[in-house]
């Protein structure tokens, strides 16, 4: 049995990605034990709590499928997806709203989507925290679905992720792991930067791995652990990315 790690799917209109995803969740069915999606799910979600939108019924029905097949499914939000609601309940799905350390057999893993402790700049942190405040999620379920959806949209349309070459900022590795492995994690893995990354450090003289999970729009990455241990993938090719040391 394999536990699988995926975030940034982004799920939205284009039919040749949204048949990537859906087929992924019915490869993987045959040995899940558990899948961990890790923020930025939906390209936007405002967990309503009477209205859902017909662009996510296919990845709902994906997700219920998996739970009915007895995996252990749990959603983290993210900056695109904040205020996921109760719905999730319905399909069996744990909701978790920041990050969590996760035990993985002999391993501790934090896993957080990563836009609340953003390293790129201040109005990165200060708007993930703004999109992710109740205030903020009670106010928008005000907004009739179908302006919010636009408005949301347009958003996203005029603030694309940069190229996954770009390397990702050292402070991660400097700060962030540093910190989760001084608290007991031997392993960090985070969403949000659309990268695929695989790192082993020593930090204080303890081992420690970092993985970036990379996305679904142009990486169609994911990290899966199972008896030969945690590694990072890319979709429809059978050998793991090369550990960066």
Known sequence: MATYFLSDLHFNGDEARRARILRFFKEIVVDAEAVYLVGDVFDFWMGYPSTLYQQHFALLRALAELSEAGVELWIFSGNHDP?????????????????????????????????????????????????????????????????????????????????????????????????????????MITGHFHRPLHLRRTLNQQPCEFICLGDWLTCFTYARLDAQGLRLYRHDQPDPLPIVT
């Open 83 to 187: 205020h996921l609601g109760g719905f999730f309940g319905e399909i069996g799905a744990r909701v978790l709203t920041s990050g969590r350390m996760i035990p993985l057999g002999k391993r501790t893993a934090w896993v957080e989507h990563g836009d609340e402790d953003d390293p790129r700049g201040g109005l990165r942190r200060l708007a993930a925290r703004l999109v992710r405040h109740p205030l903020t999620g009670a106010l928008c379920r005000w907004v009739h679905p179908e302006l919010l959806w636009r408005v949301a949209h347009l958003y996203a349309d005029h603030s694309p992720p940069p190229p996954y070459e770009t390397p990702l900022d050292e402070a991660l590795i400097r700060d962030r792991l540093a910190s989760r492995c001084a608290a007991g994690a031997d392993v």
